[in-house]
């Protein structure tokens, strides 16, 4: 807590030694005056964004089953909706494992009568206890295999509806459907009518023309401003900052910034475009010819009665024009020099050599 206070106490003594040092007394004919505005949002820059979507956006649909592509749904770069059947598979493969499925249901329904027939004599003693219990294990192993291809064949491509249909009409399926599992478009398509199709062999990918995020490079100094729970403005529209990478560009010494948009920001997948950047927040900006720096800080001259005073600035930001900034000593009420800072820096470095 000490150490706290000593802190603020050197940085208020040296702002006030700053201001004490940095008045230039007399009138100049050669200097401009200017009012400050306050703004509320402080312009970054101009960027180049690249549309970005998230893992989670992106479908990809490999086939289910080796098989003959009987029907195509869907063409390249076409916008679907969801449910949509985009290809039909025909294989012998889930046919011949429907057809396994089927007897093994058959099995098991013959198993299951000839215990509830067995159980009544069995406990009558007609029976004999071994020929009861050799009925009962025969129907648990065909119940255990009945399970087991019940899980298969929906791990081959068969949705758990179409598997409760074969086992209630004991009738095989022998076309797979694919249906669209997102409203989106067809980015890349790699199966054609007729062709046959390896199990896993990709077939094509949905993307979501929903949550493109923009992803775009910032430099350093403005990222270091910027936290998770940022918020941003391209043109009128509002962007979360999504997340901030972990590591600087050492060629261009910037860091990518995924922006996520708050209303109805439209941009596809790695479409690029031009951006001008803004941060909302409370500030002033001045002309860019009234910023000078001093003493390794940006400042400004402020007029004040007799002369003019030079008071440090917090550049947040700039346009061709001018300067964002913020300061603990400028309220925007004064006259700042925006021509002529020069010159009146000069004259206060030759009056600091005397």
């Known amino acids: 807590m000490l150490n706290k206070k000593i802190l603020i106490l050197v940085l208020a003594t040296s702002v006030a030694l ?18 400050i505005k306050s703004v509320d949002s402080v312009y970054l820059g101009s960027f ?59 099995e098991q329904e013959y198993n299951k009568n000839e215990v509830a027939r067995l159980e009544p004599l069995y406990k009558a003693a007609v029976v004999a206890k071994k020929q009861f219990l050799k009925a009962k294990n025969t129907l648990k192993k065909y119940e255990t295999q009945v399970d087991f291809y019940y899980s298969l064949l929906q791990e081959w491509g068969l949705n758990k509806k179409q598997v409760d249909t074969i086992t209630r009409t004991k009738q095989p399926i022998p076309r797979i459907h694919i249906y669209a599992p997102i409203d989106g478009k067809v980015a890349d398509l790699n199966i054609f009518p007729k062709m046959y199709l390896q199990r896993g062999e990709h077939m094509m990918t949905i993307v979501s023309k929903e949550g493109t995020h923009l992803e775009v490079a910032l430099p350093k100094e403005i990222v270091s401003k910027l936290n998770g729970s940022s918020e941003l403005i391209i043109g009128n529209e509002p962007f979360e900052v999504e997340s901030i990478a972990a590591e600087v560009d050492t060629r261009t010494q910037t860091v990518a910034v995924h922006l996520v948009p708050k209303g109805t920001y439209k941009i596809l997948p790695n479409e690029k475009r031009n951006i001008r950047l803004y941060w909302p927040r409370k500030a002033l900006r001045i002309a860019s010819s009234a910023v000078i720096n001093y003493a390794d800080k940006a400042s400004l001259f402020v007029k004040e009665d007799g002369g003019y005073r030079l008071y440090p600035i917090t550049q947040l930001g700039r346009d061709a024009k001018n300067v964002y900034f913020i300061s603990t000593e400028i309220d925007g009420s004064e006259q700042v020099v925006v021509r002529g800072a020069i010159s009146l820096k000069g004259a206060l470095e030759g009056m600091q050599d005397d």
């Open 18 to 35: 700053f201001a004490e040092n940095t008045f230039i007394k007399g009138e100049n004919k050669m200097v401009k005056l200017q009012g």
């Open 48 to 106: 180049l964004a690249q549309g970005h979507l998230p893992a989670d956006k992106i479908y990809r649909i490999d086939a289910p089953v080796e098989g003959v592509v009987e029907k195509l749904g869907a063409g390249l770069y076409e916008n679907i909706k969801k449910r949509k059947i985009v290809a039909v598979i025909k294989s012998p493969k889930i046919l011949e494992l429907e057809a396994t499925y089927i007897n093994l249901l058959i």
